[in-house]
């Protein structure tokens, strides 16, 4: 009869007629079971659909052939991440785990110290952390950092070029004929964020254009802290006629808040992202944006930190480019007509 509820190891020994030591024995493969008495074990394993603990393997082996995935929320890049991670952890023999701090606990200082407290040693092997704050590499555990906080130091870490993205987003703006480019920056505790609003910086720079401190604003990678410096940038007594959101979601609010406004886009504002999140083609209109190769960069950190458990060496840091995406959220600008 099958039990209910979680099987133990004592369902599968009353099951195969054998003591419990008989079954250990079987499950790590060690000397002293009959041929038939250990296939008699196993069958029973399989019908009950017994599986040993994480913790119980981890006392046994020293490993749990398990990955943490940590991340301060589950949103949209986190989440195409996760995606890109699952694809690449088959035939690695390795499991993942996923694990959010969530809530106000993701926004704190240190939340990937406090989680890989509660994770390492027993139910881990090794761990990928989603935008970090910081990051010991002490922690007793192979870690691999994705877009961290303060950018490529300290443990391995894989990021995209956020630099040249944010140029390329800008310049595509003034090559449609943009001068008065707005910007929703990110988080400011962030690196990507400070690159990204240093890109726009150098491309308005190297076309002679002097950053106007009323258009740039923080947008927090987030759609309810962007709304209102959205709100703010195309009210200005002198809107701009352009935008450069630092993420999709930034970008996405951006253009609501514009339609909320009575504006068009982009017939009156033209808005363009970040990242090439799935949201970016789905909204209306589809959003032009730079890609980041958000699925590739959970992929490289899987294989680097297969790697860092197995003890290969590897280089520790891994920047991958970025690419423009036209979509329908940005037009040409108008000339003005001499003497308008």
Known sequence: MQPHGRVTIGDVARTAGVSVATVSKVINARYGVAAATSRRVQDVIDELGYESSLVARSLRSHRTNVIGILVAEFEPFSTELLKGISEAVADTGYELLAYSAGGRAGREVGWEQRSLSRLGGTLIDGAILVTPTVVDPHEGIPVVAVDPHTGPSGPPTVDSDNLAGARTATEYLLGLGHTRIGLLGGRPDLESARLREEGYRQALAAAGIAVDPDLVRVGGYKPDVADQPAHELLTLPEPPTAVFAANDISAIRTI???????????????????????????????????????????????????????????????????????????RRLDPVAPGS
Do not use: K, W, Y
């Open 256 to 330: 609501e808040v514009a339609q909320e406004l009575g504006l068009r886009v982009p017939e009156d504002l033209s808005v363009i992202g970040f990242d090439n999140v799935p949201e970016s083609a789905l909204c209306v209109p589809p959003l032009t944006t730079i890609a980041q190769p958000i699925r590739q960069m959970g992929a490289e950190a899987l294989r680097m930190l297969v790697d860092l458990v197995a003890g290969v060496e590897r280089e520790p840091h891994l920047r991958l480019p970025t690419a423009l995406v036209e979509r329908e959220s940005c």
